[in-house]
């Protein structure tokens, strides 16, 4: 797998929409502290869909402003970091509470040319 495909198929509707809805259903789960099947479902479906459209030709994705977008900002490691912003969700979930987090503990800062590295 290319860089380019493992980047594009992040934004794609499909990859966007299933990401969703597993977090979705893995909250609900999470809420009825059904841990195993929350996890299962908040992560089987993303690899699913990634498996499946990394395979596709991506290159109209490439030409739409969230494919450009991602090719100039995104590097690789930020899905990682992407994964343990469910954390608190799944914390609150967990503990029922239904205060809206007033802001992500997790920041993604893109790194580029201009960008200096945080400290």
Do not use: C
């Not at 402003?65 to 490691?77: E, F, I, Q, S």
Request: proline residues 8%; aromatic residues 6%.
């Amino acid at each position: 797998m290319d860089r380019e495909a493992y980047l594009l198929h992040q934004v794609h509707p499909a990859k966007l929409a299933t990401d969703i809805t597993a977090g979705i259903a893995s909250m609900g789960l999470m809420w009825q502290r059904r841990v195993a099947t929350a996890l299962v479902v908040a992560h089987v479906p993303a690899v699913l869909a990634s498996a499946l459209l990394v395979r596709r030709d991506l290159t109209s994705l490439r030409r739409t402003r969230r494919g450009r977008y991602v090719l100039a900002h995104m590097p690789p490691a930020a899905s990682s970091a992407g994964m343990s912003s469910h954390q608190p969700w799944y914390s609150r979930a967990w503990f029922r509470r239904f205060r809206p987090l007033r802001r992500s503990p997790v920041v993604l800062r893109p790194l580029d040319q201009n960008t200096q590295p945080l400290h």
